[in-house]
């Protein structure tokens, strides 16, 4: 299994199309638990297209309330419910969010919710954390409130030194994992060994970027996607309609590369395609003319990470 799986759900703009579903992107880590950016209607069945376990989602991140990004949580919600979901899910979104639940939520008491939903609005900086991870919000610009977000992985301690805890006399088993997780431990000959004694550099995780919707300033954005392994951003427009992009704060396919560039992303992924492409091929040409690890993203399209590519690299 691969360190991080993302999985493209719905990628049009505004209205759904044949062939592509309105905004939502699974992000799995390798413990299994997946993190759903958006949720716009359909999401439920393209996640059973695509092989995304419902009941493994512990946490949902809105970038906002427009409801082309969701309007496919309540019936998630309510299929959740249905399978016996009893783990409670956790909802980040701007404010306005609790809101917007509260209504439809106490229409459906008779349903019983099984599994407790715990809304938490958001403003710009660290939404959540754990040991391993840390997601922090930045707002863009749009018609209303709207955040990106930015999933980093918090660096690991470097690879354990077998030999050097051999020659430092410290015996094998519960001491080494102690140092495996950066606790000292006593040798031997009653020495004290520091984990840095025997552990390589630290070693750095991944860093996702996720800006479905808005128009984003090169100089306050790009920053924030720095170094990003994988950027997501919109794409609603290309060079013929940067009036539309200013007045809807959209962005740009090119707009978006430059950002991508500037950040030094690895790769650059755009969602949120407008209906008004039949074709991509010259938004994505737009895009590789300024950023050339640019691709227009797909509906069912997957992104695996793994761990071995970031220790192969320099
Ligand atoms: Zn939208
Ligand atoms: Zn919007």
């Known amino acids: 299994m691969s360190t991080i ?3 493209f759900l719905g990628t049009s703009a505004a209205v759904p199309q044949k062939d592509r579903f309105l905004s939502s992107i699974a992000l799995q880590r390798e413990t299994g638990e997946i993190f759903l950016f958006d949720c716009g209607e359909g999401t439920q069945y393209q996640m059973m297209r695509f092989n995304i376990n419902f009941q493994k989602i512990t946490k949902i991140f809105f970038s906002h309330l427009h409801g082309d990004h969701v309007f496919g949580i309540f019936g998630l919600l309510n299929t959740m419910n249905l399978m016996e979901r009893t783990k409670e899910l ?6 306005g969010t609790r809101n917007f639940f509260e209504g439809t939520m106490s229409t459906q008491e008779n349903f019983g919710f099984k599994y407790p939903i715990d809304i938490q609005e958001i403003e710009e900086g660290l939404v959540c954390e754990d040991d391993d991870y840390r997601i922090i919000s930045k707002r863009v610009m749009h018609s209303v409130y709207t955040v990106a977000y930015a999933f980093i992985e918090k660096d690991r301690l470097g690879r354990f030194n077998k030999e050097k805890a051999i020659e430092l006399n410290v015996k094998q088993g519960r001491k080494w ?3 495996q997780k950066g606790k000292s431990v006593l040798s031997e000959d009653n020495k004290v060994i520091v984990p840095e004694m025997v552990l390589g550099p630290s070693r750095r995780g991944f860093k996702i970027v996720i800006a479905i919707d808005g128009l984003y300033v090169e100089e306050e954005f ?3 996607a720095k170094e990003a ?3 997501i951003m919109e794409a609603t427009f290309g060079d013929e309609h940067i009036a539309n992009a200013k007045e809807r704060m959209h962005s740009t396919a090119r707009w978006a590369a430059r950002i991508a560039k500037k950040a030094d992303a690895k790769r650059l992924f755009l969602t949120h395609i407008s209906p008004r492409f039949k074709d991509d091929n010259s938004l994505e040409m737009q895009a590789k003319e300024e950023f050339t690890e640019a691709i227009i993203a797909h509906d069912g399209l997957e992104i695996n990470l793994n761990r071995k590519d970031l220790e192969e690299e320099k």
């Not at 956790?90 to 404010?95: D, K, M, N, Q, V």
């Open 90 to 95: 956790t909802i980040y979104g701007p404010i």
């Open 5 to 7: 799986r993302i999985v």
């Open 229 to 231: 392994d994988v950027l």
């Open 222 to 224: 790009a920053p924030f």
């Open 177 to 179: 994992q102690e140092l």
